[in-house]
């Protein structure tokens, strides 16, 4: 049995917790997969790489309305792939060896709890004073009748398909949905949407999620409160039979996406026999410090929080490790502001409470819609469908929430992220900033002057 100072299970947003102020602890890494994990593998990074490449032909397809006569002559599906993976996938081997020329032993085969603080890794235990889990997440898949027998996809595997197949369904209506409907659409592929809720991104502003349904379905065919019940291949691909307010219907195509969510990590790693409390969702039960039920364990990620965001993960990791370093002066880290942003087309931000979470909770709130019609650069897009809401508190004056569907949303909010985490009232955001004239950030300045 090896022991030491500190285990780090999982190589994703716990790598980022090993900095030169830890390099005296005898360290060891247990990750079974690849570093980085989700989000430079399969997750963030590859996807927004396709996202770009699909925002670029859609851009020459509909550059028409500009005057701007251009096409798609081809998409080269197999080198935008190899572009992006031939960029991504040597990281991991130098990652590797940089730790372990750094004097941190690497395991790199699957490791389990046995006890509380004992880790199988491979065939040897280890034990440590100090462990940071951070093993991730993965897709959930539905349990549909006869989907274990065709071939299917998810978010781990479609980025590496070796052609762009002609016809996709997609089970799911999320975000994973929505970005890689975006990307696949954008080069071609025949889409159909299969959604049991009765819009897209349900979890959105109902507003945005009623604006991006709409929008989507001019462009392919989407399926709304619809479930599939069957799944059957085909010689040419599969067939989903799905249950519709009309009726059932047969919906046919070459490739099988499903996305219909997430879940922890935390089943293979055993946590309940390492004595971890997982909460009824599967993940690892925290306080503010990020400490578990077993002291000397800390956790972070997915494998603990709700969100599934790389940002939260990050922010996670530097409070870790501070407090790694400091255990007299422990940092904790508040949800209140957790932004999030979905790469699709149109791009869709949000942050803080949406309108209808405000109806439900019975919190008063004023609340503000401007199109980007009503700011110059709004005219200059010849943009017809994006908007900015944001709602504050009648009383207090604080910013409540804010969600953006249109161009560049992800970097627009930012400035009411920013308001929401220090405090900032609607007034000093709106009126004691300078908004640079025509840019698109004037929506925001005219939502906020609305206020």
Aim: aromatic residues 6%; contains cysteine; glycine residues 8%.
């Amino acid at each position: 049995m090896r022991h030491y100072d500190l285990v780090l299970l999982g190589a994703g947003s716990g790598n980022m917790v090993l900095t030169a102020e830890l390099a005296h602890l005898r360290t060891a890494i247990v990750e079974p997969d690849r570093f980085g994990g989700t989000c430079l593998n399969r997750g963030c990074i590859p996807s927004k790489m396709f996202v770009v490449t699909a925002d670029a032909a859609e851009g020459a397809r509909e550059a028409a309305r500009l005057g701007v006569h251009a096409g798609v002559e081809r998409v080269d599906w197999k080198a935008i792939r190899d572009r992006i993976f031939h960029r991504i996938d040597p990281l991991h081997d130098s990652a590797v060896d940089y730790r372990r020329a750094n004097g941190i032993d690497v395991f790199t085969e699957p490791g389990r709890f046995i006890a509380p603080k004992v880790v199988l890794a491979g065939s040897e235990e280890i034990t440590a004073d100090t462990f940071v889990v951070s093993v991730g997440s993965r897709p959930t898949v539905p349990d549909i009748p006869g989907l274990d027998s065709v071939p299917y996809h998810t978010s781990d595997t479609v980025m590496r398909i070796d052609d762009l197949p002609a016809s996709m369904a997609v089970i799911g209506g999320g975000f994973i949905a929505a970005e890689f409907g975006h990307v696949f659409s954008s080069f071609g592929t025949d889409l159909t949407i299969v959604q049991r809720g009765p819009r897209l991104l349900m979890a959105e502003d109902e507003q945005v999620s009623a604006r991006f349904t709409e929008l989507v379905s001019r462009r392919h065919r989407v399926l709304l409160d619809a479930a599939v019940t069957s799944v059957e291949r085909r010689a040419d691909g599969v067939a989903l039979t799905v249950t519709c307010p009309g009726g059932d219907q047969i919906v046919e195509a070459e490739t099988l996406l499903v996305c219909v969510g997430r879940r922890p990590n935390t089943d293979r790693l055993d946590a309940a026999a390492g004595g971890l409390a997982l909460d009824e969702h599967g993940h690892i039960v925290t306080d503010d410090a990020y400490r578990t039920s077993v002291p000397g364990v800390w956790a972070l990620g997915d494998a603990v929080n709700h969100f599934q965001l790389k940002h939260m993960a990050n922010a996670e990791s530097r409070v870790v490790q501070h407090n790694l370093l400091h255990p007299q002066d422990v940092k904790t880290l508040s949800n209140r502001v957790a932004p999030h942003a979905v790469f699709t087309s149109p791009q869709i931000a949000s942050v803080g409470l949406t309108e209808q979470e405000a109806r439900r909770r019975k919190i008063e709130y004023l609340v503000s819609v401007r199109d980007y019609a009503d700011a110059a650069y709004g005219w200059a897009l010849e943009d017809t469908t994006s908007f900015v809401k944001v709602l504050a508190n009648p009383v207090d004056r604080t910013i409540l929430g804010a969600h953006i569907i249109g161009p560049q949303a992800a970097t627009l909010i930012q400035p009411l992220i920013q308001a929401m985490s220090l405090g900032q009232t609607a007034d000093q955001v709106a009126r004691d900033v300078l908004y640079i004239h025509p840019a698109l950030t004037e929506a925001v300045e005219q939502a906020l002057l609305d206020l």
